[in-house]
């Protein structure tokens, strides 16, 4: 989230749509605004997010719009329902959206203020639309959930449960000046003002917010805590409710649709062991595989730390190497399932000495680029441990296989270790591989080296 310095640009209309009208195809071609969105800050284009539900169903989602250059695109992000895409079509009045089941109208005024979202539908169904403006002095985080009442019975249109909605939009840097709004199913939708505050900790943020409004008589009224973790961008919601109308006073709870606390159970260093390190045996050159002696050091991670990418990630992988010629060295982790990330192999050039306090991050600097002994943060030469292992199960022996490619020089294999964060970062687990020295290569010569060059033409 970013700091706010200006007002919330929120609109809220409820309507039936009730045209049919032929889109236009837009021609997509970059709504990236990561990189230079202060350039859009006081225009019409650029990028609105907001909160999306059906009035009085269970269709709930979050909402994110697109506008450059003439051109629009918005992608409605219901709750267990697929994605649905919408392309802008400008009319005398704003921006018509429409998709495959969805459709609304969309205006804004030439500054980026004051945006309108109107006749929204969903399935044929009145649904409402809350939007901000997102700009480089304000983040916007939407955040959609449910509503549950302790006992409801009396109110004849109140809707609780999975058809129960109560969402809420962010708008600033996450701190006690944001400004928040709330969308509530109360048998009609209803938006009410709110304030956060209070906000302490890191990864997770906690911070308190509260709301609340008279419409038509009725006094709504909400409060309760808002969570975000900045390493995942992720932010849940939960806490109470009150509305005492001409029905009589009704109570009950909200919570999010999204929960940031990651089931990765288990934290602490965990002890690995030693796999296949027989380092004796001449340069086998007859082979497509590592060409000589394997050093294998695996590190065993215990149940229940999850899926990759869902519910752990891998952060780092670190090693202390000993060696006399670094460019003879391809050093690789191994999954349990045996998927294989090469983290580094530059083909035989590199002639410095020892990896030493080298780890391997994903978003690290280029190390093709750095010089022995590589002290310092790098990402794998092969990809990035997030694409790798997507979806693979943490549990296992995460091995890294150390082969040591052409003759003449010597090394030892000190000290590796792989690092699993819990998604969120709320808990962060170390796994230690062996610490014994291992001796990684004997012996080889010149010609060792250029039958490898011979068989492997295209290494560099």
Known sequence: ???????????????????????????????????????????????????????????????????????????????????????????????????????????????????????????????????????????????????????????????????????????????????????????????????????????????????????????????????????????????????????????????????????????????????GYDIDGPVDTTTADCLTTLNLSAATVPAGLGVIGTDVDITSVDMDISHTFDGDLQITLISPIGTELTLWDDGGSEAGDDFTGTVFMDGGADILLDVPPFTGTYAPVGGTFAAAFAGESSEGAWTVRLCDIFGGDTGTFNDYNITFTCSGARSTTVIAGDTKPRPVIVRKTQADKDEYIRLHPNEK
């Open 1 to 275: 989230m970013k700091k706010i310095l200006t007002v919330l640009l929120v609109a809220c209309v409820v309507f039936a749509c009730t045209k049919d009208e032929t889109t236009e195809v837009s021609n997509d071609t970059s709504f990236d605004f990561s990189k230079n969105l202060s350039v859009y800050d006081n225009t019409s284009d650029g990028l609105y997010k907001g909160i999306f539900s059906t009035n009085g169903s269970e269709y709930r989602g979050t909402i994110v719009i697109k506008v450059k250059d003439g051109q629009s695109i918005a992608t409605l992000a219901l709750v267990n329902e697929r994605n649905v895409e919408l392309i802008g079509t400008s009319t005398d009045d704003g921006i018509l959206f429409t998709g495959a089941s969805a459709a609304f109208k969309f205006a804004v005024e030439a500054d980026g203020s004051n945006p309108i979202v109107s006749e929204v539908t969903l399935k044929g169904m009145e649904s409402t639309i809350i939007v901000a403006k997102e700009t480089s002095r304000a983040a916007v985080t939407p955040i959609s959930g449910t509503l549950d009442c302790d006992d409801c019975a009396a109110h004849p249109l109140l809707v609780t449960g999975p058809t129960g909605t109560f969402s809420l939009l962010f708008v600033g840097d996450g701190s006690g000046d944001d400004i928040v709004t709330s969308m509530v199913d109360v048998g009609v939708m209803v938006s009410t003002p709110g304030t956060q505050s209070g906000c302490a900790g890191v990864d997770p943020t906690d911070c308190a917010v509260a709301g609340g409004a008279v419409i038509g008589g009725n006094t709504i009224g909400w409060m309760g805590t808002h969570s975000y973790l900045t390493a995942s961008d992720c932010s849940e919601a939960s806490g109470t409710w009150s509305l005492d109308s001409t029905h009589g006073a009704f109570t009950g709870t909200w919570v999010s649709d999204i929960s940031c606390t990651s089931t990765c159970a288990g934290d602490g260093a965990f002890a690995g062991d030693n796999l």
